[in-house]
């Protein structure tokens, strides 16, 4: 790149920074269009730059010997975007204090951050005007950090002026210890903040809910409203977000501590928890209140118990006493009643039924799932059964799986379904019945992931079951003929 | 010199710090030198930190914490000092239950699979490589150490909540009185 037009980038780059805040959050493709040079196109031409003309070591050098002490008093910020970056070393200064203001100051040590490449350097830095480097081994970038008394800040000049540019680093002997590690700075960003939402609100878990939710308003023998089942489908899939983000909000510490919930959006810092409950407060509010005012107050009495039973009983008890499973699983089985009564208006037999099956269908899979977990919820201190009673877990999972069987056969009966759904159904039920029991005998990862995995099929397909052969439409014909036969006979 | 060049600040877009965070090669770095910040930040010099949020760390090796740098602003009220404070507390105590809580389950486990090993090869004539622990028997472990420490995390627990509910308590109050004495603090 010419030398000239790289400067004027540079400069350019310089007064683009210093522009009002709100310029640097334009998206970059806005940049690129108005060619405006955005970090990215100055980055992308002094690597290439730099590539052709420059050796540099592939092998980064280790950071770790002779680091000695000394104090900084004073923040500075350098910019790499100078004609210093033709290499992968990058040198910033840091203001050493004069030798009588060392005295005023207790920490001998300084932090880092690297902006742009979300890092954190605890460095201790020596007593003399010294340069010396600093490794980063994540970026293979080496740091020049030269340390002046003038207490001024210079970006280093020419690439060729440092000594270590150009090979290996000399384990500087004057620089103690350092550590490096990832940091990122918390501003929120709102061009993310819906995703960040979804994340909160465990938006495959709350998508689950919605489904069995307009199953349960599907079986209903009410009439078909389109209006009604997307408020309810709505109101619902704002009160499972709540409820999911409170439980988030509750279990940070806990969270962590697992593999599998330690990215979270709240223990990441990525929202502040005030934040999180104040998204709690306002998606649970709305969606009861369209549930009051758009569905009918049964549904969302419903609504407002599954919330408080989730965030206020489930939440504490998953570390107080194995009984958690169960109020979970009543937890997962309201919703689909919550669909019933949402089309009806009444807490019918049949819309306990379809909460009886969604309960029974919990343990199986719970129990599955947290079979693998078995060392995460002992260390983060969870009382599920599979660690408390594996043998309870894997007989329990068994009953509901035989229990299932049972509940299909009573759709019929209850006038839910007709006869059709028992039969058709019977081959699922009892493949799971199957697997719950190989789970029972076996009770090793094979099987415990084998249930599992059925059990995610299972339910929409018993689910998709259920509603084609649903009595008011499916089983009309078949009672008219019935009744007609007796009344001639 | 040193005062036009702090004023500097150069805020990037996450986006692109997003795009770059897996590459390997140069990149340009704006480096912020500033004083480390203990745990606790009382001290003056913490004071000297420009950044204008909190920066989180990565998760602490053992007791899985993060660990945040908070940020004291120049004209920071009485409130939000409490509130940083308050926040350093929590943030320290739940690092030093977890750190403790980690190292002896990673301890107890260790000391639990060699009586198992040692047992196993005791009973056995065979060699040791072929001496392996199911994870039923592990789970014996797991299901010990859950009930051995039940009340430490009821403890925890019941003194986790009330210490989250406070700091949310806090946050909140400190920000509505920042809107409404119109500080630009830029923090939440």
Same mark, same amino acid.
């Given at each position: 790149?010419?030398?000239?037009? #790289?400067?004027?980038?540079?400069?350019? *780059?310089?007064?683009?920074?210093? +522009?009002?805040?709100?310029?640097?959050?334009?998206?970059?493709?806005?940049?690129?269009? /108005?060619?405006?040079?955005? =970090?990215?196109?100055?980055? #992308?031409?002094?690597?290439?730059?730099?590539?052709?003309?420059?050796?540099?070591?592939?092998?980064?050098?280790?950071?770790?010997?002779?680091?000695?002490?000394?104090?900084?008093? #004073?923040?500075?910020?350098?910019?790499?975007?100078?004609?210093?970056?033709?290499?992968?070393?990058?040198?910033?200064?840091?203001?050493?204090?004069?030798?009588?203001?060392?005295? =005023?100051?207790?920490?001998?040590?300084?932090?880092?951050?690297?902006?742009?490449?979300?890092?954190?350097?605890?460095?201790?830095?020596?007593?003399?005007?010294?340069?010396?480097?600093?490794?980063?081994?994540?970026?293979?970038?080496?740091?020049?950090?030269?340390?002046?008394?003038?207490?001024?800040?210079?970006?280093?000049?020419?690439?060729?002026?440092?000594?270590?540019?150009?090979?290996?680093?000399?384990?500087?002997?004057?620089?103690?210890?350092?550590?490096?590690?990832?940091?990122?700075?918390?501003?929120?960003?709102?061009?993310?903040? %819906?995703?960040?939402?979804?994340?909160?609100s465990k938006i495959r878990l709350t998508g689950l809910v919605?489904?069995?939710?307009?199953?349960? $308003?599907?079986?209903?023998?009410?009439?078909?409203?389109?209006?009604?089942?997307?408020?309810?489908?709505?109101?619902?899939?704002?009160?499972s977000?709540?409820a999911n983000?409170?439980?988030?909000?509750?279990?940070?510490?806990?969270?962590?501590?697992?593999? &599998?919930?330690?990215?979270?959006?709240?223990?990441?810092?990525?929202?502040?928890?005030?934040?999180?409950?104040?998204?709690?407060?306002?998606?649970?509010?709305?969606?009861?209140?369209? /549930?009051?005012?758009?569905?009918?107050?049964?549904?969302?009495?419903?609504?407002?118990?599954?919330?408080?039973?989730?965030?206020?009983?489930?939440?504490?008890?998953?570390?107080? *006493?194995?009984?958690?499973?169960?109020?979970?699983?009543?937890?997962g089985?309201?919703?689909?009643?919550?669909?019933?009564?949402?089309?009806?208006?009444?807490?019918?037999?049949?819309?306990?039924?379809?909460?009886?099956?969604? $309960?029974?269908?919990?343990? %199986?899979?719970?129990?599955?799932?947290?079979?693998?977990?078995?060392?995460?919820?002992?260390?983060?201190?969870? #009382?599920?059964?599979?660690?408390?009673?594996?043998?309870?877990?894997?007989?329990?999972?068994? &009953?509901?799986?035989?229990?299932?069987?049972?509940?299909?056969?009573?759709?019929?009966?209850?006038?839910?379904? *007709?006869?059709?759904?028992?039969?058709?159904?019977?081959?699922?039920?009892?493949?799971?019945?199957?697997?719950? $029991?190989?789970?029972?005998?076996?009770?090793?990862?094979?099987? +415990?992931?084998?249930?599992?995995?059925?059990?995610?099929?299972?339910?929409?397909?018993?689910?998709?079951?259920?509603?084609?052969?649903?009595?008011?439409?499916?089983? &009309?014909?078949?009672?008219?003929?019935?009744?007609?036969?007796?009344?001639?006979? | 010199?040193?005062?036009?060049?702090?004023?500097?600040?150069?805020?990037?877009?996450?986006?692109?710090?997003?795009?770059?965070?897996?590459?390997?090669?140069?990149? @340009?770095?704006?480096?912020?030198?500033?004083?480390? !910040?203990?745990?606790?930040?009382?001290?003056?010099?913490?004071?000297?930190?420009?950044?204008?949020?909190?920066?989180?760390? !990565?998760? @602490?090796?053992?007791?899985?914490?993060?660990?945040?740098?908070?940020?004291?602003?120049?004209?920071?009220?009485?409130?939000?000092?409490?509130?940083?404070?308050?926040?350093?507390?929590?943030?320290?105590?739940?690092?030093?239950?977890?750190?403790?809580?980690?190292?002896?389950?990673?301890?107890?486990?260790?000391?639990?699979?060699?009586?198992?090993?040692?047992?196993?090869?005791?009973?056995?004539?065979?060699?040791?490589?072929?001496?392996?622990?199911? !994870? @039923?028997?592990?789970?014996?472990?797991?299901?010990?150490?859950? @009930?051995?420490?039940?009340?430490?995390?009821?403890?925890?627990?019941?003194?986790?909540?009330?210490?989250?509910?406070?700091?949310?308590?806090?946050?909140?109050?400190?920000?509505?009185?920042?809107?409404?004495?119109?500080?630009?603090?830029?923090?939440?």
């Amino acid at each position: 790149m010419h030398r000239h037009r #790289r400067n004027y980038l540079i400069f350019f *780059s310089q007064c683009w920074q210093n +522009s009002p805040l709100i310029l640097q959050f334009l998206p970059e493709r806005l940049l690129c269009s /108005l060619h405006l040079p955005t =970090q990215n196109i100055l980055k #992308r031409r002094s690597q290439k730059h730099w590539q052709h003309s420059r050796q540099y070591p592939t092998k980064p050098a280790p950071i770790e010997n002779g680091l000695q002490e000394t104090l900084v008093d #004073r923040t500075t910020e350098y910019h790499g975007t100078g004609p210093a970056v033709h290499s992968p070393y990058k040198t910033i200064q840091v203001i050493v204090p004069s030798q009588e203001n060392r005295k =005023q100051l207790s920490s001998k040590n300084f932090t880092v951050f690297v902006k742009d490449s979300n890092l954190a350097l605890d460095v201790t830095v020596t007593d003399q005007k010294q340069e010396f480097s600093i490794h980063l081994p994540f970026l293979k970038n080496l740091v020049n950090v030269n340390v002046d008394k003038n207490e001024a800040i210079r970006k280093n000049g020419k690439s060729g002026e440092t000594k270590s540019n150009d090979k290996q680093v000399n384990p500087p002997k004057y620089i103690s210890s350092g550590t490096v590690y990832g940091c990122r700075e918390q501003k929120l960003e709102l061009d993310k903040l %819906p995703h960040y939402y979804m994340r909160l609100s465990k938006i495959r878990l709350t998508g689950l809910v919605v489904l069995t939710t307009m199953a349960g $308003y599907g079986m209903a023998p009410g009439p078909f409203e389109l209006e009604t089942l997307l408020m309810c489908t709505l109101g619902t899939a704002l009160t499972s977000c709540s409820a999911n983000s409170i439980n988030q909000f509750l279990e940070v510490p806990f969270d962590s501590q697992m593999n &599998r919930t330690k990215n979270r959006v709240l223990v990441c810092g990525i929202l502040s928890p005030l934040h999180a409950l104040a998204f709690a407060t306002f998606s649970g509010t709305m969606g009861l209140m369209i /549930l009051t005012l758009e569905v009918n107050p049964v549904t969302a009495v419903l609504g407002a118990f599954t919330l408080g039973l989730y965030t206020m009983v489930y939440t504490p008890m998953k570390r107080l *006493s194995v009984a958690n499973t169960w109020v979970g699983s009543v937890v997962g089985a309201i919703p689909p009643v919550m669909g019933w009564t949402a089309c009806t208006g009444v807490l019918e037999p049949g819309a306990l039924l379809m909460g009886a099956i969604l $309960y029974a269908w919990q343990f %199986p899979h719970f129990n599955a799932l947290s079979w693998n977990l078995r060392q995460d919820y002992s260390r983060g201190g969870y #009382r599920m059964m599979s660690v408390v009673n594996p043998a309870m877990c894997r007989r329990v999972a068994l &009953r509901y799986s035989v229990g299932m069987i049972g509940l299909c056969t009573l759709a019929p009966v209850l006038n839910v379904t *007709s006869w059709t759904f028992a039969a058709d159904s019977l081959p699922l039920n009892i493949y799971l019945t199957y697997l719950a $029991y190989r789970f029972y005998k076996d009770g090793d990862s094979h099987s +415990s992931r084998m249930l599992f995995m059925f059990s995610l099929i299972h339910i929409p397909a018993l689910l998709m079951l259920m509603l084609i052969s649903k009595k008011s439409f499916g089983g &009309r014909n078949e009672d008219k003929v019935k009744t007609e036969d007796m009344s001639v006979s | 010199m040193a005062a036009r060049l702090t004023s500097q600040c150069y805020l990037a877009s996450f986006r692109t710090l997003r795009r770059y965070k897996g590459q390997l090669s140069g990149k @340009d770095i704006t480096l912020k030198i500033c004083e480390k !910040p203990t745990l606790s930040t009382t001290s003056t010099e913490a004071r000297e930190n420009h950044s204008k949020y909190d920066w989180i760390g !990565p998760p @602490d090796p053992v007791s899985n914490i993060r660990r945040v740098h908070f940020r004291v602003s120049e004209n920071e009220a009485p409130y939000e000092r409490r509130l940083r404070e308050e926040r350093a507390k929590v943030q320290e105590w739940s690092h030093q239950f977890w750190k403790k809580h980690n190292t002896s389950f990673v301890q107890l486990k260790g000391e639990f699979i060699k009586q198992k090993l040692a047992k196993k090869s005791a009973s056995r004539e065979t060699t040791m490589a072929n001496i392996t622990i199911t !994870p @039923d028997e592990m789970s014996e472990f797991y299901k010990k150490f859950l @009930d051995d420490n039940y009340e430490v995390h009821k403890n925890y627990n019941w003194e986790w909540y009330k210490k989250n509910i406070s700091l949310t308590w806090l946050t909140l109050k400190a920000n509505l009185l920042n809107i409404i004495t119109r500080r630009n603090k830029g923090n939440k």
